[in-house]
């Protein structure tokens, strides 16, 4: 009898095993694919950085990705109106750091930086990301503490060209910023509350994060200019609209509730791979062998301190 009650127990347990195994593929997966469409943003954001100013080419991305992303999420958002006026603080905090600050200052980066600089830079977040975990309470240990070390050297390095000495360029230090912004974003997904959906929290984030680039969008119009609209403006501003930003924050925002933002973190390192390969593509920004050095230790060691 013992043995007739357990069979369903351990069909039930392999099941459950099965399940939790798919889960975490597709978060790895959905990661990856965030992760590689976002190293094509920063090409495009680089290849702009000549005909669109910074501050209207964000907004315009989010404008695109509205219109993108709207038809499947305005209304399960409208359904959840209550819930997310009750957590606005939250989300307005979300969207301030995800779409307002932090996409403004990769546009600004790609001013004066290239964009394999700034894909390696921005390779640093995850250690930020430990860092606030340490801040909640949990434990770094000596491997964590060592990887996330390592890859802060290789980060010095990068931006002070092998010196002792740092010289860094103003498109570095704006990533710095914005790799601060996403890291402070990506811990608050993983705090999103449990009863507002993922469509729903993404559409809100993207109409607060563009009502707030809007009066900087206006002063940027009037002091600047507006861009001529031509193939070369907006077909990145297509591809960052609707899939560095619809597509790929929502397939982080389903990495982090499935795997949780460490583990997606670990995708999050190659970014520097493919935007190296995509700007050598692209652009014809060369990749050295002091880059490749660089490299290595920020991926080497944002992986040894994010392993479990």
């Known amino acids: 009898m013992d043995r007739v009650r357990t069979a369903p127990q351990q069909a039930a347990g392999g099941k459950g095993a099965r399940t939790r195994k798919r889960a975490a593929g597709l978060g790895l997966l959905l990661a990856l694919v965030a992760t590689v469409v976002w190293s094509g943003s920063f090409v495009a954001s680089r290849g ?83 860092l606030f975990t340490r801040l909640g309470g949990e434990r770094l240990g000596a491997r964590r503490t060592a990887g996330l070390l390592i890859a802060a050297l290789g980060v010095l390095l990068l931006v002070g060209k ?43 984030t993207f109409v607060l994060g563009a009502l707030m680039l809007a009066p900087a969008y206006a002063v ?34 389903k990495a982090i509730a499935l795997i949780g933002a460490a583990r997606a973190g670990v995708v999050y390192y190659l970014q520097p791979v493919c935007v190296a390969v995509l700007s050598f593509a692209l652009l014809g920004e060369a990749t050295g062998p002091f880059q490749l050095l660089c490299m290595a230790l920020i991926l080497g060691g944002v992986t040894l301190g994010a392993r479990r």
């Open 162 to 204: 092998g010196s002792p000495r740092i010289d860094l360029a103003p498109g570095d230090l704006w990533m710095f910023g914005a790799a601060l912004s996403f890291a402070s974003y990506s811990a608050l997904v993983r705090r999103k509350p449990s009863g507002i959906g993922g469509p729903a929290f993404l559409f809100t």
């Open 48 to 130: 702009l950085a000549d005909s669109v100013p910074p501050v209207q080419a964000a907004f315009w991305r989010w404008l695109v990705a509205l219109a993108a992303v709207a038809p499947f999420t305005a209304r399960e958002a409208w359904r959840q109106r209550a819930l997310i006026r009750a957590h606005l603080g939250f989300v307005t905090l979300a969207a301030l750091l995800g779409v307002t600050v932090y996409n403004t200052l990769v546009n600004q980066a790609g001013l004066t930086t290239a964009a394999s600089n700034m894909g390696m830079i921005m390779a640093a977040s995850p250690v930020v990301m430990a």
């Open 220 to 253: 940027s119009v009037a002091v600047q200019g507006p861009f001529d609209a031509t193939p070369g403006t907006v077909g990145p501003l297509l591809y960052v609209g609707v899939f560095s930003s619809a597509l790929a924050f929502f397939a982080w925002n």
